[in-house]
């Protein structure tokens, strides 16, 4: 008998699964529209595409040092003196192969099966899974993550780490910067490690980007180019480490990983400098949300969470069922409408949420509205 490990033992990614039936549905000749997936809908800029071409010419795509080539971590030190006015050594960069490889080799440097470790509720599903896969334990703070919440649930048992992500996902929140000082310092001043994924920034609509390192050298942040770049199959991301973290973090990705694709790491220098089509691109996600904002409620489901950044509408379905995986299962059936069953999220609530990603073009953004309109009438 085959007998597999209780880390194996974790949730599946839902949105994947329902991806999978609407691609199903797709081949089979259905209209499916997918609202499923985190994903733009454009490719990589083109100065990005042209630097891969190049390299491809060019013909010898190989190994790089395991924290990534120094171009590269150069590139992202200087986006984040211009974009945030932050001073950052390239020296602690390290690139990954995208943001799931940072999550993986920040929680194996810096916590030991049986830590607690604190995410919010709900969240991304993979923050659970890899956490419990790796033996952790996963603390869950519900709602919005203050430094009241945290100081909270420290107190019941202390916590050895803290990870959230602003804006978030699923709901689209983003800590304001006064709340993300109060997190930081009340982490700092209980021996919490802070990790800040920060993958879904300058996709914020309300507001600039307020990075953790504002507050503290001593965090650590996750960040992609998966995102805002519009490169999620080129699987490259970055971490920002404290300084003695990077020794850890390497000789970790040296094993795990030896090193992020160098033809990635290549094409993603550019992507810096392509901020003209990349503001283009979000200027059709703030149109579509503004879209959803406005019908989704019209058509009976209400927002259950504000939709101030990433490219998500979090909704309360609560009003046409308890069972949202169902839900999902009767859309993509019923309507040829693809969405994420809550469940993935939140794992005590869910059952009466669903994700619903705008990263699509507003035609068909505008469609799926029409056609959920006319299925829940």
């Known amino acids: 008998m085959t007998v597999f490990s209780r880390r194996s033992a974790v949730e599946p990614f839902h949105a994947m699964d329902v991806l999978a039936q609407a691609n199903r549905r797709r081949a089979d000749g259905y209209p499916v529209i997918s609202m499923a997936v985190g994903q733009p809908a454009d490719p990589a800029p083109i100065a990005v595409r042209e630097a891969a071409g190049r390299a491809l010419q060019d013909g ?60 919010t509720r709900p969240g991304y599903p993979a923050y659970r899974n890899i956490l419990r896969a790796l033996g952790l334990e996963v603390v869950e703070i519900a709602g919005n993550l203050t430094a009241e919440a945290l100081r909270a649930a420290h107190e019941e048992r202390p916590l050895k780490g803290l990870l959230f992500a602003s804006p978030a996902n699923p709901t689209g929140a983003v800590i304001t910067p006064e709340t993300l000082r109060g997190i930081i310092d009340t982490a700092r001043s209980l021996s919490i490690r802070v990790i800040s994924d920060e993958i879904y920034h300058r996709l914020a609509y309300e507001g600039e980007d307020t990075t953790a390192l504002v507050f503290a050298d001593d965090v650590t942040v996750i960040n992609s180019f998966s995102k805002y770049y519009c490169m999620t199959g080129w699987r490259i991301g970055w971490m920002v480490l404290p300084e003695n973290a990077v020794r850890p973090v390497e000789r970790l990705a040296q094993s795990l990983y030896i090193s992020a694709p160098e033809l990635s790491q290549i094409a993603a220098i550019e992507a810096f400098g392509a901020a003209a089509e990349l503001e283009a691109v979000k200027a059709r996600y703030r149109l579509n949300r503004e879209l959803l904002m406005r ?45 994420t069953p809550g469940h993935d999220f939140d794992l005590a609530e869910g059952h009466r949420t669903m994700r619903f990603s705008y990263a699509g073009s507003f035609e068909e953004m505008a469609e799926a509205m029409e056609r959920l309109g006319s299925w829940l009438a």
């Open 60 to 119: 010898r795509i190989g190994y790089t040092d395991a924290l990534g080539l120094l171009p590269l971590r150069e590139a992202i030190a200087t986006h984040y003196h211009d974009h945030y006015g932050v001073s950052v050594d390239p020296a602690r960069i390290a690139v990954t192969t995208g943001s799931s490889a940072g999550f993986n080799l920040a929680f194996l440097s810096f916590f030991d099966p049986g830590d607690r470790v604190a995410i």
């Open 295 to 339: 019908r989704l409620p019209q058509i009976g489901l209400e927002l259950a969470a504000p939709m101030d950044g990433a490219f998500y509408a979090y909704c309360d379905v609560s009003r046409f069922t308890n069972d949202s995986m169902d839900f999902a299962r009767r859309m993509i059936a019923e309507a040829n409408v693809a969405a």
